[in-house]
């Protein structure tokens, strides 16, 4: 076996979500626009593809990973990720994430495994919360907290043991007591069996996190997350020591599992946030998850999609939930897969997901959807 090509498929759709000034997506008004599958060809064995990629950085692997094996998966990712220094304009760990993944598709499919048996499987099946969009100005939509209740009821209707809510965000607010009401309003509305969790403003003063999180005390949520910039690991040292309510970070900070090791030698949060996309990929998320079962702190896995799904079907240690999102009462969720014929996390009425038993990432890409919507 030996990689042959790196490409960049890219097809057009139809997206039903616009971004705002800080980049959160809200339901919009339908456009074009075009996604993209990192595919990994290779010779004398099977094909590897995981959702999105950036062709700038694909092209770099093609030029370093070509004749290479693919199950030689650290290796290739060491290399990646070290050439991210001298190449920032070009490697990220986002972008060198489903070059990864999909290296991780091509052993599953190889072994004829699912990703998660692959690697030592814990769980065939991971409880869901329902992960909101951020607040709008829509009283339809999630503009007041009277909203937020209404949308977390139907959730639980749907079947949710869990919701977390993303709360108001520039431009739309950064009160800490408009948060404090949506959070108060939907605790009243749902009863006290369910979980709920909040992700705020992400860049609100010391004394404001600490009040949000006090008042989150009362209301016994699970955990707050990331209300402070997170490069300020001081702040969240401090949080953490003024808070009994679970801390949780560092979500998208630089810095991959060493990040992670920094913030657990300093106990500055209850628990550690690990995303395959926002570390670099399945291989390193595997370290940060080790890393964390091995100081016995809880680890939580960041996003959705199937490489997070995976991850979490290897945790037999925290990661309790699986972040099904993001939700909102005027957007379906299933567009957000776009060449699938049916998101990789479909959930029961109990609000549980089952991982995929196909080898591989466990992706079911239709084909002749892409190949009709192909943008050369």
């Known amino acids: 076996m030996e990689i042959s090509d790196i490409r960049t498929i890219r097809f057009s759709c139809e997206s039903h979500i616009d971004p705002d000034e800080k980049g959160h997506g809200h339901p919009g008004e339908p456009r074009e626009s075009t996604r993209t599958i990192t595919h990994v060809v290779v010779d004398g064995g099977p094909d590897g593809y995981c959702r999105g990629g950036h062709e700038a950085a694909n092209e770099f692997a093609k030029k370093h990973l070509v004749g290479e094996n693919p199950l030689y998966r650290e290796k290739l990712w060491q290399l990646l990720c070290r050439a991210e220094r001298l190449n920032k304009g070009t490697l990220t760990d986002k972008r060198v994430a489903p070059i990864d993944c999909a290296l991780w598709d091509i052993a599953g499919k190889d072994a004829g495994l699912p990703v998660y048996q692959l ?14 969009m951020v607040g709008d100005d829509d009283p339809d939509g999630l503009g007041s907290p009277e909203a937020y209740a209404d949308f977390a009821e139907e959730l639980v209707e749907e079947g949710y043991q869990a919701v977390k809510l993303h709360t108001w965000m520039p431009p739309f607010g950064d009160d800490p007591e408009q948060d404090i009401a949506a959070c108060r309003t939907v605790r009243e509305r749902v009863g006290d069996d369910i979980d709920l969790m909040l992700d705020a403003h992400h860049f609100y003063s010391r004394s404001e996190a600490k009040k949000i999180g006090k008042a989150l005390e009362d209301l016994d949520f699970r955990w707050i997350e990331e209300p402070m910039d997170e490069h300020s690991m001081s702040s969240y040292e401090w949080l953490s020591n003024e808070l009994d309510i679970a ?9 991959r599992m060493h990040t992670r090791a920094e913030w657990i030698k300093r106990d500055i949060a209850d628990i550690i946030r690990v995303g395959v996309y926002d570390v670099g990929g399945i291989t390193p998320a ?14 939580e896995i960041h996003g959705r999609d199937a490489p997070n799904l995976q991850l979490l079907g290897t945790m037999a240690f925290p ?14 969720y299933e567009t957000y897969f ?16 089952e991982l995929p038993q196909t080898p591989g990432l466990g992706y079911a890409f239709d084909w002749d959807y892409i190949d009709a919507n192909r943008v050369e």
């Open 319 to 332: 990661g309790r939930y699986y972040e099904r999102g993001l939700l909102h009462p005027k957007h379906d």
């Open 247 to 255: 801390v949780v970070g560092p979500e998208t900070a630089e810095g």
């Open 286 to 299: 595997l370290k940060a998850v080790g890393l964390c079962e091995s100081f016995n702190i809880e680890c």
């Open 338 to 353: 776009p060449g699938l014929e049916h998101p990789p996390d479909e959930i029961d009425e109990n609000g549980v997901v």
């Open 119 to 132: 690697i030592g499987a814990a769980r065939d099946s991971v409880p869901a919360y329902g992960s909101t």
